[in-house]
């Protein structure tokens, strides 16, 4: 008998978009499935531990872990993370949070004019750099979907972020897709995951964070 690589850990992830409101009716939101996170959540289950998933509005059906809390906004996934993030061992930030949020929001539908109209917005907190910076930070991985530079990017994120580890990947092949082709990087270097379907490159992932939780639990 082989105990599972993640057996009695507890795992927090983030999956999917944010959607941020302007009015009753319209917002703003980005083009993140929730396919690559609802995949590492399965994937962290599969490995033996407990899993709690943050998930913006997604299509896919959510995976049978632990539990699930469907949010819709930055500020209500931020708020689910601080409420869940105490006693867990593992942080994996895959969400696609919007960066920003209208300044303000209406509950009604608004009018056309003819006028222009010119909205004004605001940043919204970074999740992931305020659990890694809590006195009792998880153990906690990165995303960065890149466009460009994609190595040179994450890296860098990495470093603002002090995470033990990013995951880097092209935004242009893994939006929408069912395929991906993960690029970890952590403190040994930088390794390419081949490309595969979205739950192999889950499963390779989860091995490689259960890996690298066990050698920073053993200093
Ligand atoms: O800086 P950037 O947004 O590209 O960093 C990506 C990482 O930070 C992802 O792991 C994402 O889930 C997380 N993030 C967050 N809150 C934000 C923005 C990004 O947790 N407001």
Excluded at 24 to 38: E, F, H, I, Q
Excluded at 54 to 69: D, E, K, M, R, Y
Excluded at 87 to 100: C, G, L, R, T, W
């Amino acid at each position: 008998f082989q105990p599972k690589s993640l057996s009695g850990k507890r795992v927090l992830i983030t999956a999917g978009p944010t959607f941020e409101a302007l009015d009753a009716v319209r917002g703003l939101t980005n083009l993140s499935s929730g396919k690559m996170g609802l995949a590492v959540a399965q994937a962290a289950g599969d490995a033996g531990a407990q899993v709690t998933l943050i998930c913006g509005p997604v299509c896919s059906p959510l995976p049978a872990v632990h539990q699930c809390i469907s949010i819709v906004s930055a500020a209500e996934m931020f708020a689910a993370v601080k409420d869940a993030v105490q006693d867990n061992d593992i942080f994996i930030s895959i969400a696609a949070v919007a960066d920003y949020r209208p300044a303000e929001s209406f509950e009604h539908k608004l009018k056309k004019t003819a006028a222009d109209l010119t909205l004004t917005l605001v940043p919204n907190p970074d999740i992931l750099q305020h659990v890694a910076s809590l006195p009792n930070a998880p153990f906690c991985v990165g995303f960065a979907a890149e466009t460009e530079a994609i190595e040179q990017h994450a890296a860098e994120k990495r470093k603002k972020k002090k995470l033990p580890l990013i995951v880097a990947n092209d935004a242009r092949l893994a939006i929408g897709s069912d395929d991906n082709a993960l690029i970890l990087l952590d403190d040994a270097g930088t390794h390419h995951l081949p490309k595969a379907g979205k739950m192999q490159q889950a499963r390779l992932l989860i091995d490689h964070i259960a890996h690298l939780y066990n050698q920073h639990t053993k200093k």
